[in-house]
Structures are given as C-alpha cells and as structure tokens.
C-alpha cells in the first residue's frame, strides 16, 4: 500500500512536531481491498489548534471544517485532508449523540469507538497497519463485525445499525451471527435515529442499486427503517398473477429493475421499485371468489412514497420523478401513439423537460413488475417492447403532447381564424392538440392551417 502524496506530507508536518498520526478509516479499508480512490482521513494526538498551527506554518491552507469534533481540513497539493484528534465518545443517552467527546493520546482508544473492524484499522507510511479487531481478516473472509459487544455498541448508537447492512451490501459481505443477532434486536431502535442521517444511509443502499438484497437479507432493518414496508411482509396478495408476497414481490422487482437497466438505473427508478407497491396492504380488498384487489393502489402509493421520502429527507426532484413512476405504475394503456403521448403528458406535468427519460424508466419498471409476479404475467414484459418502440418512433419526431409542439402558433390562430388575442386562441389550439396527440391529424404546418381556415 502507498499513502498518496498528500497524506504523507501530512503525517511527516506532524510527526516532525513531535506529534503521532496515523491514515485512519475508510482509506486504509478500501486500500486494502485494492481500490484507492476514497478520501483521506488523517488522526492525531494533536489537538485541532496544533494540527492547524503545524500545517499552516508548512505553508498549507487550513479549513476549520469541523472544530466541534477536533476536525480541521488541511489543502495539500489541491488534495483536502481531513485532520481529527484521537478521541472517544462518552455514553449515548440517546442512542444518537455522545453526551460528550473527550480527546485522548493514544490512537488505540479512538480505534475501538470506531464501528466495524474493518472501519477500524489505522496505517502509517512506514510503521504499517496497526488492525487491533483483525479488520483485514474479516476483510479478506467477507465479515461484517461489530467492534465490541455488538448490542452495546448499537444501543449506543442506532446509525451504526444501518450502517453495518449498507457496508454488507456494498461489499456483498455476510453479518457475523453475534452482529447479524444484534441488529435483528436492535432494529427497532432505529426510530430514534435522526430521519435524515437515516436517509443518507438509506439512499446509499438504494443508489448502489441493492435495495432487493436489503429487503431479502435484513428484512427487520428495512422495515424499522422504512415503517411502512412493515405490512408488505408476508401479506398474501390471494391473486393468480402472484406468487410472492407483496414484501418478496418489492425485492424481485428492485432486482429486476437492476437487471433490465444492466445495474445503471437511475436513482429514481431504484426508489419507485423500493415503494411501488408500499400502499398495496392499506388498499387491499377481496372480491366473492376470495381473489385479492388492490384498486388505487399506485396514487396511494405515490402519496405514501412522498411522505416517506420528504421524512428521509431524498432531495425534491428524485422524490418528484419517483412518485410519478409509482403513480403510473400500473396504468393499463393500450400500445397506440395516442397512449404514448397522454402518458407524456403526465410525466411532464410532474416533472417537466424530464418526460422522455421518465417514460423509459416507468417501462423498465412495468418489465420488473411483470417479471416479479408470476410466469404468465412474464410475457407481458415483452408486450413492453412495443410501448418502448412506439415511445422511440415519438421521440424521433419530436414529441407531440402540449400546444407548444403543434406546428402552428396562437398567432396563426388568431390570423387564419380572424380572432382576437383572448380564451379563444388558446381553446381552439388545445383543440388542435387534441385532435393531433389523438391521431386524428398529422402535426403539419399546411394541415393545421387548412384545419383551422376551415373550422370556421
Ligand atoms: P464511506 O466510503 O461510506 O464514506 P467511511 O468508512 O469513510 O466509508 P464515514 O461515514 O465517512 O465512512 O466514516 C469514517 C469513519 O468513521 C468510519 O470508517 C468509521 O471508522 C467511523 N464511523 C463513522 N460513523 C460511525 C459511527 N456511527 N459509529 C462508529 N464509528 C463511525
Ligand atoms: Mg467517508
């Protein structure tokens, strides 16, 4: 392993002052498993005032980034280093933030509040890796492991819960039992966690595209991080088009979504998969045969989604394009160039300049719905084909589904018609756009005009 340029220059400012520091995190974790490009973390027992003292007399420029917890930032050949004095954290009256942080001399004792052994392993450019936890076992064997009594160190802090799936994730690592025990006990307490510090996590886990594999593999987690996938767990959806519950149903589909789009989708279409069918249990009723029902289940869906993310705090635009996606999820629409252009649209009227890329998305959504649910209803994923077809035909002529792509302009109305500025210009285009997004009349300058002159 070799330190980069930056931190090396950092470490010897230090060190050369008489102090000790060490790369700590997830530098060394990830250079360990041979990828380099993740940030530096620097960590010494110089208190922030003397880390900044040193290293801007080196002639570095210092950020003040986080003196709260005795975090400076030092700039070193453009590259930003994060400087933090060893310190550990009192106790966690509430589950979330230390009652105090205290500063300490030696690097073992900020090692072992870190969060999993491999999270846990410092490494210097000349004294080495210094894995007090066996990290870099664990690492090369794929465990996650808590450092310390895994109950304890959640109940401290109830983040460190859906951290440890999202790293199993990422790193397609298995949960050590006495971990993967404590996290089913401790789910619960992930209430008390600060919604949006669990919606970064949780966004993490969705934009890495393994939402599917969290469902499947931490089922308590998920639901006490998303309550209201709470009821989709083995709910029954007594249907023919369905073998799976709605909870296992939501997992194939978010793996489906993965597989249509070759593990590129769009983070939009990752988190309508996760809440496509959330409203499915609320919505449920049974017909006299005993067959199951789910009318209006995509707008409430869609209004559930939104409450959810708004809670975890997902940015407005992906929480707005993933709604749509739910909301429409399961309309039927016929494969007609008309269908096409309704569904436009609605896609634009909920986010506008982005209806195209929606439209491709809600089919790779529809494809992992019909994949998801039973072997007939798989072939419906091919029928899909042809909607994306007549979508790309549309998009190749230039979208027709608002006045402003009809090829004549409210000034031609208001010239071939002999009307005056007013209500009547726009009605007599949004006739036009009717007649036109129908089928009924081509999109052609002459034609339109010849329509209207003789309209009247
Ligand atoms: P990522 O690539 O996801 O950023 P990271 O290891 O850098 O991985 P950070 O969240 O940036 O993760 O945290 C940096 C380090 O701080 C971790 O490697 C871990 O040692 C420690 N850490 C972070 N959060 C916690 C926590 N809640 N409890 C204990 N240690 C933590
Ligand atoms: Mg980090």
Same mark, same amino acid.
């Given at each position: 392993?070799?330190?980069?340029?930056?931190?090396?220059?950092?470490?010897?400012?230090?060190?050369?002052?008489?102090?000790?520091?060490?790369?700590?995190?997830?530098?060394?974790?990830?250079?360990?498993?041979?990828?380099?490009? @993740?940030?530096?973390?620097?960590?010494?027992?110089?208190?922030?005032?003397? $880390?900044?003292? &040193?290293?801007?007399n080196a002639g570095y420029e210092v950020l003040l980034s986080g003196i709260a917890h005795g975090t400076i930032t030092a700039i070193v050949a453009d590259e930003p280093i994060e400087v933090t004095t060893y310190r550990v954290e009192g106790t966690y009256s509430d589950h979330r933030h230390p009652d105090e942080v205290r500063f300490v001399q030696d690097v073992r004792e900020d090692l072992v509040r870190r969060d999993l052994t491999f999270n846990a392993m410092a490494w210097h450019p000349t004294r080495g890796l210094l894995d007090p936890f066996g990290g870099a076992q664990d690492l090369a064997a794929g465990i996650v492991r808590v450092v310390g009594e895994p109950q304890?160190?959640?109940?401290?802090?109830?983040?460190?819960?859906?951290?440890? &799936?999202?790293? $199993?994730?990422?790193?397609?690592?298995?949960v050590e039992p006495r971990t993967q025990r404590a996290l089913e006990v401790c789910a619960p307490s992930l209430a008390e966690v600060a919604s949006e510090r669990l919606g970064k996590e949780l966004d993490a886990i969705v934009r890495m595209g393994k939402a599917g594999c969290g469902l499947m593999d931490q089922p308590e987690v998920m639901c006490a991080a998303i309550p209201e996938l709470a009821p989709s767990r083995g709910f029954?959806?007594?249907?023919?088009?369905?073998?799976?519950? &709605?909870?296992? @149903?939501?997992?194939?589909?978010?793996?489906?979504?993965?597989?249509?789009?070759?593990?590129?989708?769009?983070?939009?279409?990752?988190w309508a998969a996760l809440l496509h069918d959330v409203a499915k249990p609320m919505t449920y009723s049974e017909d006299a045969d005993g067959h199951g029902h789910f009318f209006d289940h995509p707008r409430q869906g869609a209004i559930v989604?939104?409450?959810?993310?708004?809670?975890?705090?997902?940015?407005?635009?992906?929480?707005?394009?993933?709604?749509?996606?739910?909301?429409?999820?399961?309309?039927?629409?016929?494969?007609?160039?008309?269908?096409?252009?309704?569904?436009?649209?609605?896609?634009?009227?909920?986010?506008?300049?982005?209806?195209?890329?929606?439209?491709?998305e809600l089919f790779d959504l529809r494809r992992a719905d019909a994949? $998801?649910?039973?072997?007939?209803?798989?072939?419906?994923? $091919?029928?899909?084909?042809?909607?994306?077809?007549?979508?790309?035909?549309?998009?190749?002529?230039?979208?027709?589904?608002?006045?402003?792509h009809l090829a004549v302009s409210g000034a031609d109305v208001m010239r071939t018609c002999g009307v005056a500025p007013g209500p009547a210009v726009g009605m007599q285009l949004e006739m036009l756009l009717r007649a036109v997004m129908a089928g009924e009349l081509p999109n052609d300058r002459e034609l339109l005009v010849a329509w209207l002159a003789g309209s009247l």
């Open positions: 392993m070799v330190a980069p340029f930056a931190a090396r220059v950092v470490i010897e400012a230090l060190e050369a002052a008489g102090f000790e520091a060490w790369i700590v995190g997830g530098w060394v974790r990830d250079a360990l498993r041979g990828e380099s490009g @993740h940030d530096i973390d620097v960590t010494s027992n110089a208190l922030w005032q003397e $880390s900044a003292r &040193v290293l801007s304890k160190r959640f109940e401290e802090d109830a983040l460190r819960i859906i951290r440890a &799936v999202r790293f $199993s994730l990422r790193l397609g690592f298995v029954d959806q007594r249907s023919v088009y369905h073998v799976y519950d &709605v909870y296992e @149903h939501i997992a194939h589909v978010c793996n489906a979504v993965e597989a249509f789009t070759a593990g590129l989708a769009p983070a939009e279409l990752r989604a939104r409450e959810v993310m708004r809670r975890l705090a997902i940015p407005h635009e992906l929480v707005d394009a993933a709604c749509v996606l739910i909301r429409w999820h399961d309309e039927r629409m016929p494969a007609t160039e008309p269908a096409i252009r309704r569904m436009l649209a609605r896609l634009y009227a909920a986010c506008p300049g982005r209806e195209v890329p929606l439209a491709f994949v $998801s649910k039973c072997a007939s209803a798989a072939s419906w994923a $091919s029928e899909l084909d042809k909607y994306a077809r007549l979508l790309r035909a549309e998009v190749a002529r230039g979208p027709v589904f608002a006045t402003r």
